[in-house]
């Protein structure tokens, strides 16, 4: 028997991963200001996109008549704290972070996708219209890793842990 709210649900922990994901570019824009200005550009583009995310799934929450996730905030400064100290360490540890938080969102809204596919068609059609940027996100990122760089084995299992536990956190509030 499907949890007739699994798809509020998982707008509401979407809406909270995006906050999340807005942090996570804010902290490592405002440190790629100081150290890596190359990385300005792109790290803009991505946080626009973040952006609309979020607006996407707030609009959406709001006509379910639904609150804001509990681990909103919580979602918030965690993505805040992760963007500041991976953008003090710069270009390698910004990339890293990125790869690993966007691989678990993209498995994360693949199986949304599958669950939802016959129970809840506007929480599939919001979900739908973010994966092409998340997946930009990943692959433009995925693009200038080398997979040996021990910022990358050292930061994606703490990175992959952590986002995991956000979301199956959120899905149980
Ligand atoms: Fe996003
Ligand atoms: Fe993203």
Redesign the pocket.
């Known amino acids: 028997m499907t949890d007739p709210d699994i798809g509020n649900r998982m707008i509401k922990v ?1 809406h909270a ?2 906050h999340g ?2 942090c996570i570019y804010s902290g490592q824009l405002f440190m790629a200001r100081l150290f890596v200005p190359g990385m300005v550009a792109e790290l803009q583009e991505f946080l626009s ?2 952006r ?3 607006e996407v799934f707030r609009a959406e929450l709001q006509r379910r008549g639904y609150r804001r996730c509990r681990s909103y905030w919580l979602c918030g400064l965690g993505g805040l704290v992760l963007g500041l100290i991976t953008g003090v360490c710069g270009r390698k540890a910004i990339v890293a972070t990125t790869v690993a938080v ?1 691989s678990v ?1 993209l498995r994360h809204l693949a199986h949304q996708l599958h669950t939802l596919r016959d129970i809840d068609p506007q929480a599939l059609a919001a979900i739908a219209s ?1 994966v092409e ?2 997946q930009h ?1 990943h692959d433009h990122s995925a693009a200038q890793i080398d997979v040996g760089d021990p910022w990358f084995r050292g930061l994606t299992p703490v990175v992959t842990a952590w986002t995991e536990a956000v979301i199956w956190m959120g899905m149980r509030s």
């Open positions: 979407d991963g995006e994901a807005i996109h973040e609309r995310h979020r966007e969102v973010i940027e998340e996100h």
